[in-house]
């Protein structure tokens, strides 16, 4: 008998995601009864609003419970175009409109139509895990670079321009950033929309952490695309950070109506209609109070600033406070230095055994050297999680000067 056939050769070029590594490793702890405190999550700990939570069940109690449009409801898309126009000022078609099961099949769509085996596809590092491996399951390649912590991780115009050669097909930017917190400027985005224009190039912008933007800054990236490369750019969103619904699934990508009908003929073949209760569940996010939203905004900054200034306490950690979404990233490479810890990854995996505290490694985002925090989870365990990293670091600063490492 032959031996089992290998898998496709795609499977041979991605990897798993680091992010959620961290999170079965933390997972396994716990079922293990160890009090692990998880800063790993990216996701909301706080509950889906009431009033989403309540149209999902009217949906099941109506028998709303058939096959959808693969593309999605009409009355959700129309919905996506209406949240846009009031909060952007831009408008939209529902011929232009996807919804998608999350952010990530959003993007994962955009990319198995725009890109061809060989394309490149410019983007920014250090960045969310998905963006290089869906770059590679479309059979491309990932043209990183760099943004920099001592700006403040700002995706510069020019890095991204200067990395364009004839082979770019897509440039890819996510703002506000996950790992970093950081949003690219308005007058960036507008020089790499005129560009990308110029060059024929697409712009594929992750929005997912759009709605978590902490301070009166000009970020209309959607007005700014649709005005100077509208039939290049395609922007995806997502229900899943702005109203806690992560485990519903939902997002949807905005952009030229041959690209998102592309999208649709592909969704129609894979996994066809988001859920669809969750499609209600979302219509009732987009259409209904947006207070929610806010407050969870409001909770996620003060969560911010009083992790910032625990963590100040040590000046081996450092970072900047992030303008978005809801991590800190850190720099310990003074930490490493101080505790004779090689890498950012060993750091991680070290605090877990040690101190039971779950934390992203900076190689999971292509930045070495870096910790992610994730302050979306109660201020308890925040306090708790920053003891235990000032805890640990101390800790094994004065075993390496004991040992002599
Ligand atoms: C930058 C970024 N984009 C997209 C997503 C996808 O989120 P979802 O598929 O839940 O909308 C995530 C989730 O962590 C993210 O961090």
């Known amino acids: 008998m032959k031996g089992t056939p290998a898998l496709a050769e795609r499977m041979g070029k991605i ?3 680091g992010t959620l590594q961290v999170a079965l490793d933390a997972d396994r702890l716990r079922r ?17 609003p009431v009033h989403v939570k309540a149209a999902a069940i009217a949906g099941i109690e109506s028998n709303f419970t058939k096959y959808t449009p693969a593309a999605g409801i009409a ?5 996506v175009c209406d949240r846009y126009q009031q909060d ?40 969310w895990p998905s963006i290089p491996e869906q770059v590679k399951l479309a059979g491309a390649k990932p043209v990183l670079v760099h943004a920099h912590a001592e700006d403040g991780f700002e995706v510069a115009a020019d890095a991204i321009i200067g990395a364009l050669t004839p082979r770019t097909k897509v440039i890819i930017l996510n703002t506000p950033c996950n790992p970093t917190g950081a949003l690219i400027s308005e007058e960036a985005l507008a020089a790499i929309g005129e560009e990308a224009a110029r060059r024929g190039i697409w712009i594929l912008v992750d929005l997912c952490y759009e709605r978590l933007i902490y301070d009166k800054v000009p970020h209309n990236v959607c007005r700014i695309l649709s005005e100077r490369a509208r039939d290049l ?7 899943s950070k702005a109203y806690a619904m992560t485990g519903w699934r939902c997002g949807w990508a905005i952009g030229p109506a041959p690209v998102i009908a592309a999208c649709g003929v ?9 859920c669809s209760i969750t499609q209600r ?24 600033d009083r992790l910032h200034e625990w963590l100040s306490q040590d000046p081996r950690l450092t970072c900047r406070k992030p303008g978005g979404a809801f991590y800190l990233f850190l720099n310990v490479v003074g930490a490493l230095e101080a505790t004779g810890i090689r890498t950012s990854a060993e750091f991680a995996r070290t605090l877990l055994d040690d101190a039971r505290l779950a934390l992203t490694p900076g ?33 094994r600063e004065r075993t390496a000067v004991a040992t002599g490492a």
């Open 15 to 17: 990897l798993t995601s």
């Open 32 to 48: 293990q009864g160890v009090d692990v405190v998880d800063l790993g999550a990216g996701e909301p700990d706080f509950p889906t």
């Open 75 to 79: 009355e959700l898309k129309q919905a």
């Open 88 to 127: 952007y000022g831009v408008r939209y078609d529902t011929s232009e409109v996807i919804v998608t099961a999350g952010g990530k099949q959003a993007i994962f769509n955009a990319m198995e139509v725009l890109l061809n085996p060989g394309d490149e596809a410019v983007t920014h590092t250090p960045c």
């Open 233 to 239: 750019a395609v922007m995806a969103g997502s229900a």
């Open 266 to 274: 592909l969704q129609s073949h894979s996994t066809s209609n988001v």
């Open 281 to 304: 569940a979302a219509l009732a996010a987009l259409t209904g109070p947006q207070a929610p939203v806010k407050e969870m905004l409001e909770e996620y900054r003060v969560r911010r």
């Open 363 to 395: 190689e999971a985002f292509e930045a070495p050297g870096f910790i992610r925090i994730s302050y979306a989870t109660s201020m308890d365990r925040l306090r708790e999680g920053a003891t235990r990293l000032l805890e640990f670091v101390r800790r």
